[in-house]
């Protein structure tokens, strides 16, 4: 499978398609869809999986922000109380007096 702007996939994607996306298993795939963090729909006679696309594209971008936020987080948490606001109250100080 080349890029996701392969239009030769079409608009849904089998979860053998998510799953290399996403150099996954497709257990794991399902894991996700079941689970409902991935939203997929069921098609066809036998109710095989179906990922939309550009579901698939904005769950990829949901986990980017996912993983800036962490960092942030884990930054925050090393960080002193007085040194992530001490640089905001110095100016607030100096503007109002």
């Known amino acids: 499978m080349t890029q996701s702007s392969d239009s030769g996939l079409g608009r849904f994607l089998s979860l053998g398609d998510v799953a290399e996306v996403l150099s996954l298993s497709a257990t794991e795939v399902l894991a996700l869809v079941r689970s409902g963090e991935l939203p997929a729909i069921r098609l066809g006679s036998l109710g095989q999986w179906r990922v939309e696309r550009e579901v ?17 987080w884990h930054e925050a ?21």
Do not use: N, P
């Not at 698939?56 to 942030?72: C, G, P, Q, T, V």
């Open 56 to 72: 698939l594209e904005s769950f990829i971008a949901d986990k980017y922000e996912e993983s800036r936020r962490m960092a942030l």
């Open 77 to 97: 948490q090393y960080a002193d109380v007085a040194e992530l606001f001490g640089e905001r109250r110095s100016q607030r100080r100096t503007s109002s007096s």
